[in-house]
């Protein structure tokens, strides 16, 4: 017995066995996407994306539909033309089906041959009413090109060439003209562009001061470099991290050991914590890199006599309470006297208390 023919293939497979024409059919899982014969549908028979023919000479070439459709057809038509070998003479038409009869077939040729003639003269109008230069170009483009495949298509076919007169060349003093303009109209948008762009620089500048003074509170440009400014018993950056200035003096430190040893830090093995985050890579030259953060060393050493010179202020929110040899003492009663002071936190927390098991 002989192996039975693989009939359903994924999306991307069917243009190809449709243009190799391995086999006489293939389709999708779902049959959306499907070819019988010479011709390949998206959704039905109603709809035949491309069809193979043979010219009069023997020479093969494929009728590609002009017609639009849904989004998920245009992928099919997408995948259609891109497994056509690029050897092969593609014509574009809104007919396709011929070898039902002889009036049949010079109707349809007709037909194709009208599709031509209206898409030159839809290019050539718009072409005429352009008013940019690339818009001109492009639309003379287009009506050269038909042209000349209405024309292949007539010799394919072994028809007389349709009514389609030589396209001429596009006014060289009127394109002249407006590519002038347009060089002038973009000189003018580009300097504008600079000159606000210019404003921005300032107005950011001027924000990014009132940020570090404290005086803005509001989200920057991502563009901005990392600024750094201490807000009560914190480090707070503009991209909105934060964490304790006691932590801070650990990081400074190194990375002014990284500069005097002249080469980078990373983090592998070693760990320097900042609150809930970690430093990643310290350049020899001091930039600072932790996630997204970029810190130059100019905006760290702007800080860096804050930070050093901050001592933590030990304080009760409940008593009257007085620090002696730096132990604090609260009044009898106090809800605070069972808890330690948690420098990350700023306040007291529960102090944690190990139990000894019981033996």
């Known amino acids: 017995m002989s192996k039975r023919q693989r009939r359903v293939f994924p999306n991307r497979e069917i243009p190809h066995l449709w243009a190799h024409q391995t086999q006489d059919e ?3 899982g779902t049959g959306s996407f499907y070819f019988r014969g010479a011709t390949i549908y998206s959704y039905g028979s ?3 994306i491309a069809t193979h023919v043979i010219g ?3 020479r093969a070439g494929i009728l590609f539909t002009s017609e639009k459709n849904s989004v998920t057809t245009s992928q099919h038509m997408s995948a259609v033309r891109r497994s056509i070998p690029p050897d092969v003479p593609v014509f574009t038409v809104p007919n396709q089906h011929f070898g039902f009869s002889e009036a049949e077939d010079q109707y349809q040729h007709e037909r194709n041959f009208k599709h031509y003639v209206d898409e030159v003269a839809d290019n050539l ?3 005429a009413r352009a008013r940019s230069s690339w818009k001109k170009e492009y639309c003379h483009q287009q009506a050269v090109d038909l042209r000349k495949e209405a024309l292949c298509y007539a010799t394919f076919f072994g028809l007389p060439d349709p009514p389609i007169e030589q396209i001429p ?3 060289s003093e009127q394109m002249q003209k407006i590519k002038a303009r347009e060089a002038e109209a973009s000189a003018k948008k580009a300097a504008e562009t600079k000159r606000k762009r210019e404003e921005d620089r300032i107005r950011w500048q001027q924000t990014a001061e009132q940020w570090r003074r404290g005086e803005y509170h509001h989200y920057l440009p991502y563009d901005l470099p990392t600024m750094l ?3 009560g018993h914190e480090v707070v950056t503009s991209r909105g991290a934060r964490f304790p200035i006691a932590h801070a003096k650990r990081g400074l430190a190194l990375v002014r050991a990284v500069i005097a040893r002249g080469e980078d830090w990373r983090r592998n093995g070693q760990n ?3 609150g809930h985050y970690q430093l990643d890579w310290i350049e020899a030259n001091g930039i600072v890199h932790a996630g997204c953060h970029i810190v ?3 905006e760290i050493e702007r800080i860096a006599s804050e930070i050093e010179e901050y001592e933590p202020l030990i304080k009760c929110t409940q008593c009257q309470m007085i620090s002696i040899n730096g132990v604090p003492c609260h009044e009898t009663g106090c809800l605070n006297s069972n808890k330690v002071w948690s420098i990350e936190e700023n306040d007291w927390t529960e102090q944690e208390v190990a139990h000894e098991a019981e033996a």
């Open 56 to 58: 009069v000479q023997g």
């Open 272 to 274: 320097c914590r900042l």
């Open 125 to 127: 109008s718009t072409c």
């Open 26 to 28: 293939a389709r999708n």
């Open 46 to 48: 109603h709809f035949p």
């Open 229 to 231: 400014r201490i807000e």
């Open 296 to 298: 130059p060393w100019d």
């Open 169 to 171: 060349d596009l006014d």
